[in-house]
């Protein structure tokens, strides 16, 4: 079992940054890989980005990439999730994910999942 905690979320301006924190407790962190995903009122779960378990590996939603950057901190047990140039169209709640197998764009591969943290950006 892995509790994942969400953080960082809050409301800013178009073309601000910020960054998400996500704390895992529990089981091993640096035996999952890791994914952010993000959920807007009457849409689906969209893919943000991943990272693999040592961190080599990334990848990115289409919309977002050249402007999130998604990090990890075994020591930690952090996933980070750094957001710049925001857009009205980045507001969401913003969800860490853990997968026991390979990262992926596919929320089912995800096994466990924090509670969210809201993101608005204002035009």
């Known amino acids: 079992q892995v509790r994942l905690v969400e953080s960082g979320g809050e409301l800013v301006q178009a073309g601000g940054s910020l960054r998400l924190s996500c704390v895992a407790s529990g089981r091993t962190f640096s035996a999952y890989a890791m994914g952010w995903f993000r959920q807007a009122p009457g849409t689906e779960r969209e893919f943000v980005a991943a990272?693999?378990?040592?961190?080599?590996?990334?990848e990115y939603g289409d919309s977002v990439k050249g402007r999130f950057t998604i990090s990890r901190d075994n020591a930690k047990n952090t996933l980070y999730l750094q957001m710049n140039s925001l857009r009205a169209d980045d507001t969401a709640v913003y969800y860490c994910a853990a997968s026991k197998g390979l990262l992926g764009s596919n929320p089912r591969q995800y096994d466990y999942w924090g509670q969210g943290t809201q993101v608005t950006v204002s035009p």
């Open positions: 990272i693999g378990w040592r961190g080599g590996t990334r």
